[in-house]
């Protein structure tokens, strides 16, 4: 269960690019509740770590894509988990954080704007 909800927020990583945003800039945020807000540095920190967790989704995607073996593809999809989980502790993130921001980031276009700017000055 828990490497599944890890490679569902991979997946979050992986949208948060510019169709998202365009979507955003014509509609006004809906406040439906509380807005959770970040500090620069954890958005910051939040935008390199969507970038490590990118890449190992990327290649473990590869992976999985090559064999046809679920058991095979099972033992990728646990290593994927451990090399994001490791990767998100390494920018000083819980996987619990790094999961309520992806969550708050998706939902709200202004932060999403702010993580995709920190993205492209970390590349």
């Known amino acids: 269960m828990f490497a599944r909800r890890l490679l569902q927020i991979a997946a979050v990583a992986l949208a948060l690019a510019v169709p998202s945003l365009a979507s955003s800039q014509t509609t006004a945020p809906q ?3 509380p807005i959770q807000t970040f500090s ?3 958005l910051m920190t939040f935008a390199r770590a969507t970038l490590d967790v ?8 590869e992976k999985m894509q090559a064999v ?3 058991g095979q593809k099972e033992e990728f999809a646990d ?3 451990g090399e994001m989980t490791e990767a998100v ?3 000083g993130l819980s996987v619990e954080k790094y999961n309520e921001m992806a ?3 998706t939902r709200n276009p202004e932060l999403a704007r702010r ?4 993205r492209k000055e970390a590349k």
């Open 89 to 91: 502790q390494q920018r």
């Open 79 to 81: 290593q994927a988990t």
């Open 31 to 33: 406040p439906s509740s």
């Open 103 to 105: 969550e708050t980031v």
């Open 40 to 42: 620069d540095q954890e």
């Open 68 to 70: 046809e073996d679920a």
């Open 54 to 61: 990118e890449q190992i989704a990327m290649k473990y995607e």
């Open 115 to 118: 993580v995709l700017d920190y």
